[in-house]
């Protein structure tokens, strides 16, 4: 499944990263289709390739409480 995410917002020191799993329990960061983590310190849109069963994404650090995450799949 293809797919795209986009982030925008204030991150405030946050990190966003999308992460995926087959039994909705163990999760691990998703990589775009350069082989690097699906992960935004800034606005931003990167696509993706993925056959996980579940998807979400994960703020990490900073008190970013005004971000927009967008995900795309087709």
């Known amino acids: 499944i293809n797919g795209s995410i986009q982030v925008h917002g204030t991150f405030d020191g946050a990190s966003i990263a999308l992460h995926g799993s087959n039994d909705d329990t163990n999760y691990y960061v998703l990589k775009d289709l350069q082989g690097n983590d699906l992960t935004f310190t800034a606005a931003g849109l990167k696509d993706f390739t993925t056959a996980c069963a579940f998807i979400k994404p994960v703020r990490t650090g900073g008190t970013a409480t005004t ?4 995900v795309m799949m087709r």
Not at 67 to 70: C, V
């Open 67 to 70: 971000l927009t995450i967008t």
